[in-house]
């Protein structure tokens, strides 16, 4: 299976595609205005008590306090409380060699107990803001790299279920515990399996100095400032998708080009050189087809490759996902038969759609009525079979007597929305717009303009796809013409986000040049 990732850069951010065999299976945008990722550690402060709810209130800068339960302050959250104090004070020091820990507070106690209002706290976001909720927190920090997690307070070694072999458990954790720093706990990640301990060490050494690093941060911080911030999207998707071998990783920026062979050089030397920069004149999800299946893959309804379509509605509460035959009706031999492929299709959409939109909470499938029991439980099988390579946790219940089988699947960032139905952007909705006929007329006095007037050197031309046809199409097309009036090759470049009669007008420096139209 061959695996690519594409980053396009954007000014509201970046968007990642991650494609197998050139089909899209993973999509995520990165919003720069989003401060609250998942493992960043803030400096909050304890807003609010609701003893009612047994958790508490904090504000780490969002425009919603955050939520913080009792379940999730962890066992050590005294002694977290007690370093935070002294690095505050300038006094302790980032090592825990000669920390003394505080006692575990109860595991069925009260947060009154451990905090109260106007405390300073550290405290890492485990859910970002949903809706109109705010980020859900935790206390139990923790600090995620390649192949292993750093927990400080803790002296223990977890290690993943995944790793089945006794052997290999038992190695990897008897090579922790040789460098294992004082005052900290691991956990050994699945992709620790056949490291060598050179690798593990690295990797443990770049997580103590991350950790460090935020005790220096911690020292001048103000409330709400950010401790330790987890890498951004793209990175954070290498490090714990790389073991599944990309056979290329391509972005459309410089800045992003060197960001990322960096990272790559850091923590996979060997795998530096799949890192490329794209230099096509088109932009990098169009050249490739990505925006394309990026709109047939987010709308309500939602076409599968053998026939039949998903509609998919969204909720507060859950998601509900409803399996249609279409066009697949009358292919097999029986109504039976027709619902059990179509059924079987669906379990393989319904899996990529989990996570090309990120769904989470409780999901509803409402499958095709089937009779036999024994299909049921082949659907039931081939929906667990399906969701075997998504990252997120998730539980999947075996289809009810109605042909509804639920699933409920960890949710920690908004679902991804992509706006598949766009307002006009010339009438702005009010259906009315100037007469089409006349953009080429505007086109071409606006070239003219440019070209005569304005002594543009070079420029090049974006348009709709209908208007590309028309203008690079034929032996004689309009291109040529304007070769021959003006002496300078105008490229024309495609971008199906622009209206039927928008255009746009590019400069030798890449720069949209401002047009009165």
């Not at 899209?24 to 803030?42: P, S």
């Not at 697949?328 to 038969?337: I, L, P, R, Y």
Request: charged fraction near 30%.
């Amino acid at each position: 299976m061959v695996s690519e990732l594409y980053i396009n850069s954007t000014p509201k951010g970046e968007r990642i595609a991650l494609l197998q065999d050139k089909r899209l299976v993973e999509f995520h945008q990165e919003n720069k205005g989003n401060n609250f990722t998942v493992g960043d550690i803030y400096l909050g402060t304890v807003k609010k008590i609701a003893p009612g709810l047994n958790a508490a209130f904090i504000e780490v800068g969002y425009e919603k306090d955050a939520f913080l339960h009792y379940l999730d302050l962890g066992p050590q959250i005294r002694s977290l409380n007690k370093y935070s104090k002294l690095a505050q004070q300038g006094q302790g020091a980032s090592k825990l060699t000669n920390f003394k820990t505080e006692p575990d507070i109860e595991k069925l106690g009260k947060i009154t107990q451990v905090l109260t209002k106007g405390q300073q706290v550290l405290v890492q976001v485990v859910k970002e803001p949903i809706s109109t909720k705010g980020p859900r927190l935790s206390c139990e920090i923790s600090i995620a790299g390649r192949y292993i997690v750093l927990v400080p307070f803790s002296n223990t070694i977890s290690i993943s279920k995944k790793i089945a072999e006794k052997e290999e458990r038992q190695r990897l954790v008897r090579l922790m515990t040789s460098i294992k720093p004082e005052g900290f706990g691991i956990i050994i990640r699945t992709v620790a399996q056949g490291r060598e301990v050179a690798e593990l060490d690295k990797d443990l050494k770049d997580l103590v100095k991350k950790w460090e690093v935020g005790y220096e941060t911690l020292k001048t911080a103000k409330p709400n400032d950010k401790i330790i911030g987890e890498m951004g999207r793209a990175n954070s998707i290498l490090r714990d998708m790389l073991n599944e071998s990309f056979d290329s990783i391509t972005v459309d920026t410089k800045e992003t080009y060197e960001e990322i062979r960096t990272f790559m050089k850091k923590i996979a030397p060997d795998k530096e050189k799949i890192v490329k920069l794209h230099n096509g004149k088109e932009k990098l999800f169009e050249a490739l087809g990505i925006e394309k299946q990026i709109r047939t893959a987010f709308g309500r309804t939602v076409s599968m490759m053998n026939g039949g379509y998903l509609i998919i509605e969204h909720t507060e509460a859950l998601h509900v996902i409803d399996v249609n035959s279409g066009n697949k009706s009358n292919a097999e031999g029986s109504q039976e038969e027709t619902a059990l492929k179509v059924n079987l299709d669906a379990c393989k959409e319904v899996a990529r759609q989990l996570k090309l939109r990120d769904l989470g909470g409780i999901i509803v499938i409402d499958f095709i009525d089937m009779k036999d029991n024994e299909h049921k439980n082949l659907i039931y099988s081939a929906m667990k079979e399906e969701m075997i390579g998504d990252r997120a946790k998730y539980t999947i219940l075996p289809l009810s007597k109605f042909g509804i089988l639920q699933i409920t699947r960890q949710r920690v960032r908004p679902v991804v929305d992509v706006k598949t139905l766009e307002t006009c952007p010339t009438c702005n909705g009010t259906g009315n717009i100037a007469a089409s006929i006349n953009i080429t007329d505007q086109i071409e006095n606006t070239l003219d303009f440019l070209l005569t007037k304005q002594n543009e050197k070079k420029v090049s031309l974006t348009v709709h796809p209908f208007l590309h046809a028309f203008y690079t199409k034929g032996i004689l097309s309009k291109r040529i013409n304007w070769f021959f009036k003006y002496r300078k090759w105008v490229d024309v470049l495609k971008d199906t986000t622009l209206g039927v009669v928008e255009f746009k007008f590019i400069d030798s420096l890449g720069e949209e040049i401002e047009i009165n139209k």
